[in-house]
């Protein structure tokens, strides 16, 4: 049972409830129980709190034996973005790649699967779906994290995401409002900013927003952006023509609204996070996501102080931080009454990456009658519903044969041309496919390369070997579509794996499109590669 320390005051407990803090380990530090007990309603979870599957149980029960509703939030997307498989990839295949197959009842399954395992080890909700639509080719933080281009797309599969991962017991956190995906600016490093009219984003960006508020969503997370359309002086976590106006007032929304990081430098360089988060609550968010880059007790401290302050300096009205709370409370009470097992260690219902079930792995939609049923239809943490990430990543490739196809039979030497790796993705997850290629193919070997020299120096360690070149977004890096074209034309029978937003035309005796750099993305494309 919840019990809040004597002697601190409501107005205390209030600040503290509408954080969302990080911290670092995996186990709870004192000082993080110790404000639980004060009033603080919710922990972050990032790739530095995971080991194992039954760590994750235990730190989270040692969280609710401090509050028994505290909500446990954690930013796993599936695909490129994982947390809960941060050190061997996702057995999910992202955004893009799911609506590759566009199959609505595929969405929903592997959303159901990957919130059944988050509620497993205590996890009550999730940063995600992602509900941008990746309408800038450029952009170079959201890509496979997108369902698509395409609005209607993107809003029904937003729509199956929310309500398979709710269906789970996890609350879901639609991101990032009113829309980041027309940025060529990641919000991790500065302010991104989108001129589109009016008449664009009522059409473009907030259809999928309202398919998701339509479908039930938990919470919704707001965006780094500057929208001038829609605001010409805040960006939209601290704009309360956006948040207020906008999501509340016009879309009709009543649910939680998180910021994104306030550390991130979009908000922090700007109005630093103390001034932020005061601005954000007032704007009419109701929880701060912080702890990313910041994961320590006085940041804690230093944002419930300034909030505090800004209520009694009467910068923040009382009202609204204690409706903000109230929000927080009433979405940890939900998760709770969601909750009918308790979390064990027995997250994965099945060894990730099993292969049974398996479909076809040519072109995106192929065999999507009986997969999608089988995908479907199956009770959670069945053996066919633990395998719904490699069926759906099987349906995502996108294979084409070049001119010179002929099947690899020997072992290959694999050249990943491998980019610098953006914030929100890390860099400690890995990506690829000369792990399961060498499975596969015993004898496969693998180099990394990038920057200007690196289709000469993949030629050179190739040797004799056919060459599988992994790329990640080739129409994003100049070098990287420079480095293919050495490759192709030194070795004409080079595979080509693309792992990002496949927006370059096929290339290569055989070019497979996987729509994302999950780990299931990665054994899919080796199926397709080694004949499998």
Request: glycine share 10%; aromatic share 4%.
């Amino acid at each position: 049972m919840t019990t809040i320390a004597s002697g601190t005051d409501t107005l205390t407990r209030d600040a503290l409830a509408v954080l969302q803090p990080g911290f670092t380990g995996t186990s709870a530090p004192s000082w993080l129980l110790r404000r639980l007990g004060e009033g603080l309603a919710s922990v972050g979870l990032f790739g530095r709190n995971i080991a194992t599957p039954a760590q994750v149980a235990a730190l989270t029960a040692q969280l609710r034996a401090e509050r028994d509703d505290v909500l446990v939030a954690i930013d796993e997307e599936g695909g490129d973005v994982t947390r809960l498989e941060v050190r061997t990839g996702s057995s999910f295949p992202g955004n893009h790649a799911l609506g590759a197959v566009d199959d609505t009842a595929l969405t929903e399954a592997v959303a159901h699967e990957l919130g059944r395992r988050l509620a497993a080890c205590g996890v009550n909700l999730n940063w995600a779906p992602s509900a941008d639509i990746n309408s800038n080719v450029d952009n170079p933080v959201i890509g496979v994290r997108s369902f698509g281009a395409d609005t209607s797309l993107v809003a029904r599969h937003t729509a199956a995401y929310v309500s398979g991962l709710q269906s789970a017991g996890v609350a879901a956190c639609t991101k990032h409002f009113p829309g980041h995906g027309d940025t060529a600016v990641d919000s991790h490093h500065a302010m991104p900013r989108i001129d589109a009219e009016l008449p664009v984003l009522e059409s473009r960006e907030l259809v999928p927003f309202r398919a998701a508020i339509e479908a039930g969503t938990r919470a919704v997370m707001s965006a780094h952006i500057l929208v001038p359309a829609l605001d010409p002086v805040h960006p939209a976590t601290l704009s309360r023509r956006i948040l207020t106006g906008l999501l509340r007032e016009e879309l009709g929304y009543d649910g939680l609204i998180v910021t994104d990081g306030m550390e991130m430098q979009a908000i922090s360089a700007t109005y630093g996070i103390e001034r932020g988060s005061v601005l954000a609550i007032a704007a009419g968010a109701d929880a701060i996501c912080v702890g990313g880059g910041l994961s320590d007790e006085p940041t804690v401290l230093r944002l419930r102080d300034a909030l505090v302050a800004a209520v009694r300096s009467g910068d923040l009205p009382e009202e609204r931080l204690a409706d903000a709370a109230a929000r927080v409370r009433a979405l940890a009470a939900w998760t709770a009454s969601t909750q009918t097992t308790p979390p064990s260690a027995s997250v994965n219902g099945g060894a990730p990456g099993g292969t049974s079930g398996r479909g076809s792995s040519s072109a995106a939609g192929s065999a999507a009658g009986s997969e999608a049923g089988s995908a479907a239809g199956p009770a959670a943490g069945s053996a066919a519903s633990a395998d719904v990430g490699l069926v759906a990543a099987r349906r995502a490739l996108t294979v084409t044969r070049g001119a010179h196809f002929t099947p690899v039979t020997e072992a290959p030497y694999v050249a990943a041309l491998t980019p610098v790796a953006n914030i929100a993705v890390g860099d400690e997850t890995p990506w690829g496919v000369a792990a399961e290629l060498r499975r596969l193919l015993p004898g496969t070997e693998t180099g990394s390369f990038t920057g200007e020299r690196a289709g000469a120096e993949a030629v050179a360690a190739a040797g004799s070997r056919r060459v599988v070149a992994v790329v990640r977004d080739a129409h994003r890096h100049t070098w990287m579509a420079e480095a293919l074209d050495i490759l192709l034309a030194a070795r004409p029978d080079t595979v080509v794996v693309e792992m990002g937003v496949p927006q370059s035309p096929p290339r290569g005796a055989l070019h497979i499109a996987t729509h994302g750099a999950a780990r299931v993305c990665g054994l899919a494309a080796a199926e397709a590669i080694a004949g499998a």
